[in-house]
């Protein structure tokens, strides 16, 4: 059992500033967890006092229900990859994989078992006598991989592994490490600033801002329930549509109206949810495929938005569109095939079951 | 309240530092505060030191001013003070030059350990051979320079010999001698240490010769430049300039005679131990101030 | 891409003549040396005319060896040199570490406190030093020569900046791979700080092999004089023949010769390469 | 094959490891300090530390005299140290650090030592010695170890300063050898006759290299008379300097004084190039001179008269430290340096203070200089560096002051008046003037 707990960790800097503040997190044995935010957001701080290369200032972080505050890295039965490699330059491929286990006393047939699994496990047979600066980037990914992979620890760590490759690599690396997780069955605590890195890779995602937890979900949940306009915003590509405006109407039946006068009706489902916020400032949510799509415009009475194209850009698949939307510049998603060309007007339909709607005052969201 | 891992971590750092620190403690601090505490005293060596305050201060820095002129106590300080701050100012001189060099042997080339050992002997032969070169390339009446000098028509001036010229002639031989030095060996160190990638991340990025060599190569080597300044600050104002006195003598009339030749003449000719220590301490001064300033302004970013 | 070429020829070209014009003056001090090392012993000096020997007086040397306990002062030196080199390599190197790596109460004061040492000249803190080390009964022993010696705040000053210019990535790498600080120290800082310990071994070599004052300050017996001392002695017995003068600087130098090729061949380029990506 | 290669670079580690252990078992175990460590106590006998500085052929001297005291008395241990540069830091260094040698030589700087109270004070062990009879030393020389009458020293040599000539340069041009009679006009014509200027792509020849000795001219910078009156901006302190800048800049028959410094590297060569005529030598220099000169004829002679006849003169001595803690030994062997053959044997560079050992130097004296005789006569009128307290200091001044005169960028007049002006606030300044022994 490998379950890693933190407990009101808080990470506080000499100078006053406060990096992470009380997160509770709980990542079960086997997770793969993912820690995704904008840069600055705590992640890194987060993984790194789990790793214990910072003091936790407050709180208790545990692994497999062992408080480890105190406890020093080589103790705590992890290993980790960083974002640099980090790889010893004066040693061979061999050497950087076997250093760690011939720290930890392992006996000599052993390491070379295990580095030469994992060299095959990363396709990496061939280079075990280079050295790091005779690699490409890839294949130096793979040694830090391969380093960590032969120590067989109960918790992996990824310090945004994927960030210094190339676009195809990173894709490939991602699937590989997809892979690796399913083939070792270790808890893995991922950080990453790309939120499909996120979405991909883990089995629940951490959403983090400003040192504070804002989500914690599997990817599909954080997609379509997400917590708070700065979730919404933060996962899927292009990100969700946020239109500022308030809530209008009583009981029955509500209405938006943004700032600029589009009146959107909503449904009557909602009503119960928003009967206590009516009249009050909201932001209406809506991701780009859901507005214009085919499965929009099958809904019967389904609200739509008048635009004027300022952009079209085609993606194969499907094509994204621009337009303005009285000072707010919204993204939809349609039909590749639709035929338009920039400065079309069109009506756009909401599909409403998808909409989400969020307190402006709190940014949480209301439904 | 202090935690357990920091008293380990503290106890950590004092080990490692033990070593060097208890020795360090003995026979550099120890003298170090001794000379500091000497300087409040007059001291001829033989017999016991006489407490006289602030009187070797004012003795060394004090000034009357009488009949519309500043007379200074002790003029010879402030005239050494300048020679000395006069071959200082080849200090920049001399680093860019020992960086330029570095550059040129940090590079993959045949022989290049010839050139780096070539360079470097002016080092290894300090002494009379050195200056018996330059005495030779200065000589008025049959050296090169004013040999070469005379085919141009210009008569060259005495170079060593001349009151003018004595500083500037030992500030070349100093370039000349520091340019492939310490300096450079330190540089080459810290060149070599420079990752190639930086400068392939840079090309890739279009950044000119000289762009590289400002946004890589000059941060990169802050923690060494900054460990060179603050030792070539420290060398000039020690600086016995072991030249000046094999080629000068100090001469002519005094012009290149230096502060460090001044504390020795007072510590072991004059027999004033204290106002030796006193010099040297307004000398740790003004260093200190200098090494402070850097610290503040030069590179506040890690790198000192 | 040929004008490139051309251009990059050229500039090879230029850099070669300028390395050499330079090379040939700082050259010339050694070849000086050479040859008035194997001229006649009362030939004149003092005219670059005479800087090819007639005949070669390797007897010169011969007269240097039989005239000084050189043997024993090559020994004295030997010894003493690599001592105070390793030593200060050794606990320099450790302390920069802490002073570069580690947070511990009162850091920067002390290290203030290390600068400010070397800011004392030598002139004023001789006596002490002198008398600490009568008090320990170390005058006129190997210990006077060699302990001073170890304790350099230059050497901390110096590989202290270079460890601050190392990635820290490595060493967190290494933690998680199970190094406590000491390890670290051995498989990490001092592998990959190989050039400034070379630098700083060159140095401290070639400072304590021509070390003077010192050595004549501890010693008076003959059989701890370091070679710089009984060239010296030798010098005050020979001052005028600038040959044998000659031939015994330039067996000083040698060994000084010998370190410096054979340090900076060991100076490896981009010893970090591949260690982290920028 | 890696492991190999660590296998090897292990055996090799060890090898230099062992290799330098062995190194320094043998040098500490074979070292006499460590020799001396482990027999401790063995001896009883009584040693005496006695520090020179080295130099040629003095140190056989030296060593020969105290083989042969240790002979006469085998209950005394003599460790004799030369010292090869920085004589006086090393002997510093050691008082300050209470390990002062029983006997030391002294100099020029003995003033300065004296001053302060280093020297045990000998006036009481030289009365009752019949051994010492201060009537047969040079009265001059003598009085400089004496302070408030009581002397702390007896010189063994005295240093003069003198002319020395190239006879064939003075054949070739046709001129008379100089006598020691010579006058300042008769020095003048020489040398102008001797100089040559240059032209011939070969370097200048000068008629005389050095300075005219400010004795000549009757100034002193110092009185000598033990009052300390300085008498530097006197008109023969001003003639001096005006002599002999008229020497390189109107007559051309010296180089310039900076210029001086430039051969300074070897004075010996540059006379025995034959591109100077004469040269001002000292008595120290007479046995490099007999070794680099070689075959050429060359000779001494006295400074020209200008107001009086004066040679450069100091002096050396073996001196007691005040510290010895074996003070009667101490004196046994100081008493060796006073010795006949030891002055006699010194006596190749620097006259014998007592007269009739003098008179015997002169008497054995064989070869070149052939005027060595004239040295005897050079004692009786000395121009000897003033003994006062912070003798060194006030000469720093004295020297700073005439370089600003060389290097014309002052006048005599001018710069000699500042001179007397600092070296007065430099006197009063120092309160601690003591002048010897018991404190």
């Given at each position: 059992m490998s379950e890693v707990i933190l407990n009101d960790v808080?990470?506080?800097?000499?100078?006053?500033?406060?990096?992470?503040?009380?997160?509770?997190?709980?990542?079960?044995?086997?997770?793969?967890?993912?820690?995704?935010?904008?840069?600055g957001c705590g992640k890194s701080t987060t993984l790194r006092m789990i790793a214990g290369l910072e003091d936790i200032s407050a709180g208790i972080a545990k692994i497999a229900d062992r408080v480890i505050n105190d406890v020093p890295p080589k103790n705590r039965d992890i290993a980790m990859v960083f974002q640099n490699y980090a790889l010893y330059p004066h040693m061979s491929v061999y050497e950087n994989m076997a250093f760690g286990l011939k720290l930890h006393k392992i006996s000599k047939n052993d390491i070379d078992r295990r580095v030469r699994e994992a060299a095959e496990i990363l396709s990496m047979q061939n280079y075990l006598d280079r050295k790091p600066k005779a690699l490409s980037g890839g294949q130096r990914q793979r040694v830090a991989l391969g380093r960590a992979i032969v120590r067989k620890p109960s918790v992996f760590l990824f310090d945004e592994p994927l960030s210094n490759l190339d676009a195809k690599m990173r894709v490939q690396m991602r699937t590989e490490i997809s892979k690796l997780h399913h083939r070792l069955e270790t808890t893995m605590i991922y950080v990453t600033h790309d939120q499909t890195e996120a979405m991909t890779l883990g089995d629940r995602i951490c959403v983090m801002k400003d040192g504070l937890i804002q989500q914690v979900d599997s990817p599909l949940n954080i997609y379509e329930r997400p917590a708070n306009v700065f979730v919404a915003g933060f996962i899927g590509t292009p990100p969700m549509n946020f239109i500022r405006g308030r809530l209008c109407g009583h009981k029955e039946s509500f209405h938006f109206i943004s700032d600029n006068g589009i009146d959107i009706p909503l449904p009557e489902s909602w009503n119960v949810k928003l009967s206590s916020h009516a009249e009050k400032a909201a932001v209406f949510g809506i991701r780009p495929e859901d507005i214009g799509s085919e499965h929009a415009e099958s809904v019967p009475d389904a609200p739509s938005l008048n635009c004027q194209i300022e952009v079209i850009e085609p993606m194969g698949s499907e094509t994204y569109i621009y337009f303005n939307l009285g000072g707010s510049a919204c993204i939809a998603k349609v039909d590749a095939h639709r035929r338009i060309k920039v400065g079309d007007s069109l009506k756009l339909p909401l599909l409403m079951s998808k909409a989400h709607l969020f307190d402006a005052e709190t940014e949480k969201i209301i439904l | 309240m202090i935690r357990k891992k920091t008293i380990y971590e503290n106890l950590t750092a004092w080990l490692y530092l033990l070593p060097n620190l208890s020795g360090f403690l003995l026979f550099s601090m120890i003298p170090v505060i001794f000379a500091v505490i000497l300087s409040f005293f007059k001291w001829d060596v033989f017999n016991s030191p006489e407490f006289v305050g602030l009187q070797n201060f004012r003795n060394l820095l004090g000034w009357t001013y009488s009949d519309g002129q500043i007379i200074f106590n002790d003029p010879d300080f402030w005239k050494y003070l300048y020679n000395t701050l006069f071959l200082m100012m080849g200090i920049p001189l001399n680093m860019l030059a020992a960086l330029c060099i570095a550059m040129l042997l940090n590079r993959k080339m045949k022989g290049i350990s010839f050139f780096r050992t070539v360079f470097y002997l002016p080092s290894i032969c300090a002494g009379v051979a050195v200056y018996m070169l330059w005495a030779c390339l200065y000589n008025p009446e049959y050296g090169i320079i004013n040999t070469v000098l005379g085919f141009v028509g210009i008569e060259g001036p005495g170079w060593l010999t001349e009151y003018e010229w004595s500083k500037p002639s030992l500030m070349l031989i100093e370039l000349w001698a520091a340019m492939g030095g310490t300096n450079m060996l330190l540089y080459l160190a810290g060149l070599q240490g420079i990752s190639e990638e930086l400068y392939e991340a840079a090309e890739i990025d279009g950044a000119s010769g000289f762009q590289k060599f400002w946004h890589i190569t000059v941060p990169m080597l802050a923690p060494t430049n900054f460990f060179i300044f603050v030792m070539s600050v420290i060398g000039g104002f020690q600086g016995g300039f072991d030249a000046a006195f094999i080629l000068t003598q100090g001469g002519p009339a005094g012009s290149t005679t230096t502060l460090s030749y001044y504390i020795y003449n007072h510590a072991f000719e004059w027999f004033n131990m204290g106002y030796a220590a006193t010099i040297s301490l307004v000398l740790f001064a003004i260093v200190m101030l200098v090494t402070i300033i850097n610290w503040c302004f030069g590179g506040k970013n890690e790198c000192v | 891409m040929s004008a490139y070429k051309s251009n990059s020829l050229f500039y090879e070209i230029l850099v070669y003549l300028m390395l050499c014009i330079i090379g040939v003056s700082t050259l010339f001090p050694l070849l000086w040396m050479l040859a008035t090392s194997l001229q006649d012993s009362n030939a004149d000096i003092s005219s670059l005319k005479s800087l090819i020997p007639e005949k070669l007086h390797w007897e010169n040397y011969n007269t240097v060896f039989a005239e000084t306990n050189f043997l024993r002062a090559f020994m004295n030196s030997t010894f003493v040199t690599l001592s105070v080199t390793v030593g200060q390599?050794?606990?320099?190197?450790?302390?920069?570490?802490?002073?570069?790596r580690m947070k511990f109460f009162g850091r920067d004061q002390i290290f203030l406190g290390y600068l400010g040492t070397l800011m004392i000249p030598g002139a004023v803190t001789m006596i002490p030093t002198f008398i600490i080390l009568r008090n320990l009964d170390c005058i006129n022993s190997y210990s006077a020569l060699i302990l001073p010696g170890i304790f350099s705040a230059y050497g901390t000053f110096m590989l202290r900046q270079f460890f601050l210019a190392l990635p820290k990535d490595l060493e967190e790498a290494a933690m998680i791979d199970g190094c406590n600080s000491w390890l670290i120290y051995i498989h990490v800082i001092l592998p990959l700080s190989r050039n400034a310990l070379i630098t700083l071994f060159i140095l401290t070599f070639m400072g304590s092999w021509k070390s003077f004052m010192w050595p004549l300050i501890v010693t008076h017996s003959s059989d701890l004089y370091t070679l710089p001392i009984a060239l010296a002695k030798f010098k005050e017995m020979f001052g005028i023949q600038w040959s044998l003068l000659m031939a015994g600087s330039f067996i000083m130098i040698l060994p000084m010769l010998i370190i410096f090729i054979t340090g900076q061949k060991f100076f490896t380029k981009g010893i970090t390469l591949g260690a982290v990506k920028g | 094959m890696f492991r190999n290669a660590k296998m090897r670079y292990k055996i090799g580690i060890i090898l230099l490891l062992t290799a330098y252990i062995s190194l320094g078992l043998y040098l500490v175990t074979s070292s006499s300090s460590y020799k001396a460590f482990q027999q401790r106590g063995k001896t009883d006998k009584i040693k005496l530390v006695m520090v020179v500085p080295a130099a040629q052929f003095s140190d056989k001297i030296y060593a020969d005299t105290i083989r042969e005291f240790e002979e006469s008395n085998p209950d005394i241990e003599v460790e004799f140290q030369t010292v090869a540069g920085n004589y006086y830091q090393k002997l510093l260094v050691m008082i300050a650090g209470n390990i002062s040698p029983d006997l030391m030589w002294m100099g020029q700087s003995f003033s300065e030592f004296a001053d302060r109270g280093v020297f045990l004070d000998i006036t009481d062990r030289i009365k009752k010695d019949p051994s010492i009879n201060l009537d047969d030393y040079q009265q001059t020389v003598l009085s400089w170890y004496i302070r408030d009458a009581k002397i702390y020293a007896l010189p063994f040599g005295t240093d003069i300063g003198f002319i020395v000539y190239n006879k064939d340069l003075f054949r070739k041009a046709g001129l008379p050898f100089p006598s020691d009679e010579w006058t300042f006009e008769e020095f003048l014509e020489a040398a102008k006759k001797l100089a040559s200027a240059p032209g011939d792509g070969t370097p200048k020849s000068y008629g005389y290299q050095g300075k005219i000795d400010l004795g000549v001219f009757g100034a002193q910078i110092i009185s000598h008379d033990g009052k300390q009156t300085i008498l530097c901006s006197s008109p023969e302190m001003i003639?001096?300097?005006?002599?002999?800048?008229?020497?390189?800049?109107?007559?051309?028959?010296?180089?310039?004084?900076?210029?001086?410094?430039?051969?300074?590297?070897?004075?010996?060569?540059?006379?025995a190039q034959g591109r100077t005529a004469m040269m001002q030598f000292y008595t120290w220099d007479l046995p490099f001179m007999q070794a680099k000169f070689g075959d050429m004829d060359w000779d001494i002679v006295s400074n020209p008269k200008v107001k009086q006849k004066a040679q450069w003169a100091s002096s050396q001595a073996i001196v007691?430290?005040?510290?010895?803690?074996?003070?009667?030994?101490?004196?046994?062997?100081?008493?060796?340096?006073?010795?006949?053959?030891?002055?006699?044997?010194?006596s190749y560079r620097g006259i014998p203070p007592n007269l009739r050992y003098a008179e015997d130097a002169v008497k054995q004296h064989t070869g070149k200089p052939e005027g060595y005789k004239k040295l005897l006569a050079m004692t009786s009128y000395l121009s000897p560096v003033p003994r006062v307290p912070h003798l060194q200091e006030l000469m720093a001044l004295y020297y700073n002051a005439s370089e600003q005169i060389w290097a014309e960028r002052t006048s005599p007049e001018e710069a000699m008046k500042k001179l007397e002006k600092e070296m007065r606030k430099r006197i009063s300044e120092s309160t601690v003037v003591k002048t010897g022994g018991d404190k």
């Open positions: 808080s990470k506080i800097y000499a100078g006053g500033v406060t990096a992470v503040d009380k997160i509770n997190l709980q990542i079960k044995d086997k997770e793969f967890m993912v820690l995704v935010g904008p840069s | - | 390599v050794f606990t320099s190197s450790l302390a920069a570490y802490a002073f570069a | 003639k001096y300097f005006k002599t002999n800048m008229s020497m390189y800049k109107d007559w051309k028959v010296t180089p310039r004084p900076q210029e001086n410094m430039m051969q300074g590297l070897d004075n010996y060569s540059y006379f007691m430290s005040k510290y010895t803690r074996h003070p009667d030994e101490a004196w046994k062997l100081l008493k060796a340096f006073q010795s006949r053959e030891f002055m006699v044997a010194m």
